[in-house]
């Protein structure tokens, strides 16, 4: 699904990213932690398509195609789908309208028939269901005037509704009370299937209990130095970074 | 052939009236320092062959001459009629004794429409002046509605000709008594070469409500001019505007909003699109008399350029002569947010949907601010309109 390999980053000439290698197959559910600056948000922009990074080596192949010259939407168009750590406020565009055309704008790329209002309209309330959430949030503008659980319960909604192959949720735990790290939790793992895949960025165990993924990476200064099951996770809850070596 | 105005009671209260000379006016002039109207040097209006717009009044009176809330009459008529009204506050809401630009209408009009709304009468249709199919080069429309006690009005003036070299001079005063309502939108899409000059006069009394939006899109040149009184204790007004500009238009939205009586609201949000060599003005100037204790006033323009080469000069003042009140004021202008792009982007729009999604949202705070959903839709598709021709 997902194969990077000595992914080297740096914004300004200062280094960011320091040889990151990662493979995620279909079906998988990859943790990756680490303390603030390590660089995992910009490992997750990077894999978007953002543009302001310097790319200085490596690669990354998103189902055996190397997407280095892939626009965000192109990316996303082929099924990448980020989940972001601090959701843009969009004033006056609704929900409704937004979430319809990006949807549209997927199914267009993929053959498919564009939805018409009704039929988005049956789709997105089932969705909205999953997530927790009231019809009214519809009519709203995106993000404006949410509070920080229901950002992330937006960012998890425009997910199930995408469907996307590969997610990346950048720290869609954070800010988030114990039931509405359930509710996006549940949304997650309902929507895993054998062929989809997730890599969750966060800073505590607590969401990867209800995620169980299978594999745990620990991000130091831009690299990988440890990986292993769900078991390292608790490991560096008990311990902290500085006791992590390879 | 300068058209001389045929004569009749109207002409003749209009020749009583003082009349000062005036000069165009200059960047040296306070409510100009930001325009530049050297350009109508060149043009002389005085050249003109005039045609009056009596036919178009006609239509207009007999069109809603069944609504039995209103009475519509021409100016000329309503002298006799509404002889107080007249006399009291004709040319006075909006005062031609300082304006080059309401002078000139003066000076060609020898008739208008005069609006009545009857106490405690509702009508939302809306009202519509519409001058769309009028193809005079030279239009001077003046309009004068008096709103009386516990009225509720609707009122729309559209500006929409296809004359490529129209000059449009419009003047229109409004009077709001105790505990009235108005809705009032300005619809301008006018053809690149044309000019536009208008003028609002609205005074406020006693609890009375204004809602006020003017859309701005084409020609060359575009002056809103706005001046509101707020006379009576306990009114609201919301002044909007969304402008869309494009080549090297020029639009310059200008107000004074004065607050003459306590306790009373006021509100601007003025949102401007510019690309290409197109200019932009926001100079408005809130002020509040010593009188006007527990004033709140609110003033904002936010204005998106999508070229180097556009600009815009925004200036909200505030004048406070008096303690015990609540203003603010902020302006911002920028480019289209990055990461708002990226965002979409990652959701798999492309650059420009992700665009066209931004600056639909940007217009939609401003549609927002309408009432009447018939409007809201026809304005809805007039902004799509004038995005896809930025």
């Known amino acids: 699904m997902l194969s990077i390999k000595n992914l080297n980053v740096s914004v300004e000439d200062k280094p960011i990213l320091n040889g990151i290698n990662l493979n995620v197959q279909p079906g998988e559910v990859h943790a990756i932690m680490g303390k603030n600056g390590s660089g995992k948000s910009t490992l997750s922009n990077v894999i978007a398509g953002k543009d302001t990074y310097d790319i200085n080596g490596g690669s990354i192949e998103f189902c055996g195609q190397d997407i280095d010259d892939l626009s965000p939407e192109d990316r996303a168009l082929q099924g990448i789908f980020l989940s972001f750590q601090y959701p843009i ?6 929900n409704t309208y937004f979430l319809k055309s990006a949807l549209n704008a997927k199914r267009k790329f993929n053959n498919q028939e564009e939805l018409d209002a009704v039929e988005f309209l049956k789709l997105i309330k089932s969705k909205l269901q999953q997530v927790g959430m009231d019809e009214s949030y519809l009519k709203r503008a995106v993000n404006v005037g949410f509070s920080g659980g229901e ?6 909604l425009q997910m199930i509704t995408l469907d996307p192959k590969l997610a990346i949720l950048d720290e869609t735990d954070s800010g988030l009370d114990i039931d509405a790290l359930k509710i996006v939790a549940d949304g997650i793992n309902k929507s895993r299937t054998s062929n989809n895949s997730f890599i969750v960025i966060t800073h505590y165990q607590r969401m990867l209990n209800y995620l169980k993924p299978d594999f745990v990476h620990v991000l130091i200064d831009g690299k990988i130095v440890k990986t292993g099951g769900p078991e390292l996770a608790l490991d560096l809850e008990a311990k902290g970074y500085s006791n992590i070596t390879d | 052939m300068y058209y001389k105005a045929e004569t009749n009671d109207f002409t003749k209260f209009i020749s009583k009236m003082d009349i000062p000379v005036l000069q165009l006016p200059n960047h040296k002039d306070e409510e100009w320092r930001f325009t530049n109207l050297d350009f109508l040097k060149d043009l002389n209006v005085n050249d003109y062959v005039n045609n009056p717009l009596d036919i178009f009044y006609k239509k207009f009176i007999s069109k809603y001459s069944n609504i039995r809330e209103l009475d519509i009459l021409f100016i000329n ?3 006799k009629k509404y002889p107080d009204i007249i006399k009291k506050y004709f040319s ?4 031609h004794k300082k304006d080059f630009f309401c002078l000139e ?8 429409i005069f609006i009545f709304v009857k106490d405690n009468s509702n009508v939302k249709l809306p009202i519509e002046i519409d001058l769309s199919d009028l193809n005079d080069s030279y239009i001077f429309p003046r309009i004068f509605i008096y709103c009386s006690k516990n009225s509720d009005l609707c009122f729309t003036e559209k500006y929409q000709t296809k004359n490529e070299q129209c000059y449009t001079n419009i003047i229109t005063e409004i009077f709001l008594s105790d505990n009235s309502k108005l809705e009032y939108t300005k619809f301008q899409n006018e053809p690149n070469s044309s ?4 003028g609002l006069g609205v005074l406020q009394n006693k609890n009375s409500y204004l809602n006020c939006n003017t859309f701005t899109y084409g020609s060359k040149f575009t002056r809103n001019n706005i001046f509101l009184k707020i006379n009576g204790e306990g009114s609201e007004s919301k ?3 969304l402008s869309i500009s494009n080549n090297s238009n020029f639009v310059d939205n200008h107000s004074i909003i004065q607050h003459s009586a306590p306790n009373s609201i006021s509100s601007e949000l003025y949102k401007g699109i510019y690309s290409k060599k197109s200019k932009g003005v926001f100079d408005s100037r809130v002020i509040v008399d010593k009188i006007a204790s527990n004033t709140s006033s609110e003033q904002l323009n936010n204005n998106i350029l999508l070229s180097k080469n556009a600009s815009v000069q925004s200036n909200p003042i505030l004048e406070i002569n008096t303690d015990d009140v609540s203003c603010k004021h902020g302006s911002t202008t920028g480019q289209i947010d990055d990461e708002a792009l990226f965002y979409l982007n990652c959701r798999g729009l ?3 949907k992700a665009q066209q999604v931004l600056l639909n949202g940007f217009c939609n705070e401003f549609v927002e601010n309408i009432v009447n959903e018939n409007l809201k839709l026809e304005l809805n598709q007039l902004i799509n309109h004038s995005l896809n021709s930025i």
Do not use: Q
Request: proline residues 3%; without cysteine; positive net charge.
């Open chain 1, 89 to 94: 406020a969009l004033p006056g565009v609704n």
């Open chain 1, 151 to 156: 950002k992330k319960r937006n960012e998890i």
């Open chain 2, 77 to 79: 008529e309503a002298i």
């Open chain 2, 92 to 95: 006075k809401i909006y005062n």
């Open chain 2, 105 to 112: 209408n003066l000076k060609f009009i020898n008739n208008g």
């Open chain 2, 195 to 198: 000019i536009h000059f208008s």
């Open chain 2, 239 to 241: 002044l909007n505007g």
């Open chain 2, 350 to 352: 492309d650059k420009l």
